[in-house]
DNA sequence: TTCGATATATAGAGAGACGATATACAGAGT
DNA sequence: ACTCTGTATATCGTCTCTCTATATATCGAA
């Protein structure tokens, strides 16, 4: 009974893109808020290059887990993205597989030979 | 007062790369029966295609965390790889640095805006 | 008026996993 | 004898994703 195994290349992308959806768990933001409140809040261990949020956000957009309008703000346009229903179900489920699957490997690399299932 | 920041690529990198390190702290083995015990092991989550195993290993052993040499047996070639002290110190180092970040992130994950350092 | 912060966006470079492909020997089945 | 599966190592091209650099634009402060 073999179970899906694990995508290493995604795992990356996942923690982006957990770290962007768990930061509009309270409240609708803009991208660039969401990277200063990531790095705050990581107290700068986790950080987005604008390079990668965007393309993250985009991303997150067509995957129907956040919803973007458009605000102007003193001239200043902003996107202000809120987090679908839909992206708050995934924000928990894949939550909850990091950590099922960090436990996992964390047990493997303390005590390699033992199955880990 | 800013602490290192993390790296998404090389984390899924230094994930693959311990647990090969990992299936070597008890015993020397070759790449081939790295790749099976690394699945047997974790019932199949973790695993390494061959064209990903191979590269890893040489990079591994280029940065002297393990060494290998060539062993015949029945007239099969193998290469034989085993933890260097380097590569033990790598192991036992990264693990505690895995940890670290995983907790920091879920810590994060599931409770955004509280301050995680 | 220049600099830094705010704000969004994309194109190009680089890194690394993955699938495909190649080589080679052993053992089992037909 | 032939073929297939398993063992065993290795590389190349493709794909995907992050990262750096670049671009555009507004605002406030020095």
């Keep these: 009974m073999r179970e899906t195994d694990f995508d290493v290349q995604g795992f990356a992308r996942d923690i982006n893109e957990l770290l962007v959806l768990s930061a509009l768990r309270d409240e609708p933001k803009h991208g660039y808020q969401i990277a200063?409140?990531?790095e705050t809040d990581s107290n700068g261990l986790f950080r987005?290059?604008?390079g990668t949020l965007y393309p993250i956000l985009h991303r997150l957009e067509d995957a129907g887990l956040i919803r973007g309008s458009w605000a102007?703000?003193?001239?200043?346009?902003k996107k202000v993205y809120a987090?679908?229903?839909r992206g708050r179900r995934h924000l928990s489920g894949e939550t909850s597989r990091v950590h099922e699957i960090v436990s996992r490997l964390?047990?493997?690399l303390r005590h390699?030979?033992?199955a880990t299932a």
Tied chains: 1, 2.
């Design 106 to 108: 964390l047990s493997l």
């Design 83 to 85: 987090l679908t229903e």
């Design 72 to 77: 102007d703000e003193g001239g200043r346009r």
């Design 112 to 114: 390699p030979g033992e």
């Design 36 to 38: 200063l409140d990531v």
């Design 48 to 50: 987005f290059r604008h």
